[in-house]
């Protein structure tokens, strides 16, 4: 089963375009703040332009409550690299090979020195924090480096476990996909001064948006194509992490078969994936988490009645659509 390319839908990020550019060239930029010897590593890691929602979200976020600035720049590129950071350091514990069709940098140059690049990316980022006025912009930066950091090692906690609730898991993703999202379209709109209920409402939104993204990856490594996703597909199962579509299909699972994954993992064997899919249909299950992941767009699309009418709300509201629509074609593979 292969996910049909996203081709038909298209990303609304045409409004920022030329903001995105700038972003662009400031990410790349980034390398020339290291060592000579370091800069190679970094603008490596940097120049594979990704589809820098991160940066989109905060930019959006600014032109629909007053305006964006070179603060919604500088905001942009430190999540970018928080994101980059997390990137990197994910590889190297999924043993993936490519990333947007390039070798990882674990591929390159192996595991010890990738995590320090990984390492190098955050320092720089939370640097590049302290320039902010705001201080609580500063910390909330820093509060979603942690949570990203700090899903990584939960999810790395709970891998193999049979035990693990949707809940579990939904805390999870909050924490190591969704929360810089959050950041992303919260601080991009307190960068302008907006009220209170304004930023919280525009944080819910990214909270939500992300979560769903996070879904939609989790399905996609299932049904997807790795040619057109451009990375390493398949590896989730293989290394024992129980994604939403997984947790749903164990949740159909019988006492017999629940309890022969159970030896295989006290034995320390890998995933036995034949055994998971004798359970229930794939098909059965990601249609259930595409539509969790559906109602849940819905949620976050109500957040955004706070917005008045402009092209930059319109853009937020396609976002949710365009993901919509890529979670049908993983429910359609």
């Not at 920022?16 to 020339?32: F, H, M, T």
């Not at 997390?86 to 995590?115: C, E, F, N, Q, Y």
């Amino acid at each position: 089963m292969n996910a049909p390319s996203p081709s038909a839908p298209v990303f609304p990020f045409e409004l920022i375009r030329a903001d995105l550019e700038v972003v662009e060239a400031a990410i790349r930029d980034q390398a020339r703040a290291f060592d000579p010897a370091v800069e190679g590593y970094v603008a490596y890691v940097c120049q594979a332009s990704g589809k820098r929602i991160r940066p989109a979200l905060a930019l959006m976020a600014g032109g629909a409550t007053g305006g964006k600035t070179e603060e919604h720049t500088r905001l942009s590129v430190i999540l970018e690299m928080v994101h980059i950071a997390s990137l990197v350091h994910d590889d190297i514990m999924d043993g993936a090979a490519t990333r947007r069709g390039l070798p990882t940098a674990a591929a390159k140059w192996g595991s010890a020195l990738s995590v320090l690049l990984g390492d190098a990316l955050f320092a720089r980022a939370l640097e590049l924090a302290t320039e902010f006025d705001d201080t609580h912009v500063c910390r909330s930066i820093a509060r979603a480096s942690r949570d990203v950091c700090s899903g990584e090692i939960l999810q790395t906690q709970r891998r193999f476990d049979l035990n693990l609730s949707v809940p579990d898991y939904l805390r999870m993703i909050e924490m190591k996909t969704a929360a810089l999202f959050a950041a992303a379209s919260g601080l991009g709109a307190r960068l302008n001064g907006v009220p209170e209920g304004v930023e919280k409402a525009l944080f819910s939104y990214g909270m939500k948006l992300g979560t769903v993204y996070q879904i939609y990856d989790d399905c996609l490594d299932l049904v997807g194509d790795e040619a057109k996703a451009g990375k390493t597909l398949r590896t989730d199962l293989a290394k024992g992490k129980l994604t939403l579509p997984v947790l749903f299909l164990l949740m159909e699972a019988t006492d017999a078969q629940k309890q022969k994954l159970n030896k295989m993992l006290l034995k320390g064997e890998p995933m036995d994936t034949g055994i998971l899919a004798g359970i229930a249909d794939y098909e059965g299950a990601i249609e259930k988490a595409v539509r969790y992941a559906q109602d849940m767009l819905a949620e976050a699309r109500a957040e955004l009645v706070c917005l008045a009418a402009s092209p930059y709300k319109a853009a937020f509201e396609q976002i949710a659509d365009y993901l919509h629509d890529l979670l049908g074609q993983c429910r359609a593979a």
